[in-house]
């Protein structure tokens, strides 16, 4: 639906006059409608605010979406299962009330949350005739997905530094790694993720988009939506390289010089036991961090590395909806103490 607000000139301020004489007094508010710009035959500008926005998703006939629908099902379903699986189990379970398991349990939260952003509405999108979504739920959409990813990545870092410090330090870990000392670098985690968040977004969403409100995409996200814009968007591609760089960077050194301290450590260890233990628990934590970082690194901190929005979907399907599934199954597998506390779980709920 659009709405048209008059002629205006270049500089986006209503004219009213034939030839711009006399100007309005109000001026359009950036941050509350998309905008576009339309050209008449008499070669004025209309300003047009639009409604909302089209997800055009993936192509392909009714097969094809019905295929993706049950591809994007299942995996939101295990996605759900699985971490409120770690979330009931590190919460039953006194003895995983440990700063390593609070913060599983909060990467846990993380991956249903922003899995959550996006699946639900993409599954309703694939039989959906006008996949219409308003420009205030998009840019809702977008803050959340932003925070939560970002979040995600600050809290891989602190699980590094955690690990470090119960290895390399463990007798001063348990007043390092206190209850107080948790809580607030999981605080840091968000603050990090807001802040993030609430710059991509008003940068993003203050643009002013071009006559197609198309977004070649399953939701909304930065590249796509950029697209779409007929100013000139070069701050915004900036900016976005360069916080995803500066994160990325910043957070993949705190887990390389965390683990090169906990591998030098573990080669000195003369305890079998105790050293298969601990590779069981970093490796799981690698893993996880390695998937996470790598797509997001290909997908926003790499100028060009994405030649195409439909590989851009596909590297989306992977860290929207593949890695919050794989993430719960990755630490419970790999982890001695998570199958022990399933097992006391269900004997616990077996026993009459």
Not at 194 to 203: A, P
Not at 263 to 272: K, P
Request: aromatic fraction near 10%.
């Amino acid at each position: 639906m659009l709405i048209s607000k008059g002629s205006t000139g270049p500089d986006g301020i209503n004219l009213d006059g034939p030839h711009g004489a006399d100007r309005s007094p109000g001026v359009i508010e950036h941050l509350t409608q998309p905008k576009a710009l339309m050209v008449h035959r008499h070669g004025n500008l209309s300003v047009v605010l639009w409604q909302e926005f089209v997800l055009v998703g993936f192509r392909g006939g009714v097969e094809t979406q019905a295929l993706l629908f049950a591809l994007f099902l299942v995996l939101y379903i295990i996605t759900v299962l699985g971490n409120l699986t770690m979330i009931v189990v590190i919460t039953l379970d006194a003895r995983l009330h440990s700063p390593m398991y609070f913060f599983l349990k909060n990467l846990s939260f993380l991956d249903l949350c922003y899995s959550s952003v996006i699946a639900p509405n993409a599954l309703v999108n694939f039989f959906s005739a006008t996949k219409v979504i308003s420009f205030g739920g998009c840019a809702t959409q977008f803050f959340f997905f932003s925070l939560l990813v970002t979040t995600e990545g600050f809290l891989l870092a602190v699980m590094a530094y955690d690990r470090f410090m119960a290895i390399c330090s463990p007798l001063q870990y348990p007043v390092t790694m206190c209850p107080g000392k948790c809580t607030c670098l999981m605080l840091g985690t968000y603050c990090g993720g807001c802040l993030n968040s609430i710059v991509q977004t008003s940068l993003t969403f203050q643009l002013p988009f071009c006559s197609s409100n198309r977004i070649n995409h399953f939701f909304c996200d930065v590249p796509p939506l950029l697209q779409l814009a007929c100013a000139d968007t070069a701050l915004n591609e900036l900016v976005m390289f360069a916080i995803c760089g500066l994160i990325i960077v910043g957070t993949t050194l705190v887990v390389l010089i965390s683990y090169g301290y906990i591998t030098v450590t573990i080669l000195r260890m003369r305890s079998g036991s105790g050293r298969q233990k601990i590779f069981s628990t970093c490796g799981s934590h690698l893993t996880a961090v390695c998937l996470f970082y790598g797509t997001v690194f290909v997908m926003y901190a790499q100028p060009g590395a994405v030649e195409s929005m439909e590989q851009g979907k596909v590297v989306s399907i992977f860290y929207t909806q593949v890695i919050p599934m794989l993430n719960p199954l990755i630490y419970s597998l790999r982890n001695q103490d998570v199958k022990d506390a399933l097992r006391r779980l269900g004997q616990r709920r077996v026993a009459p």
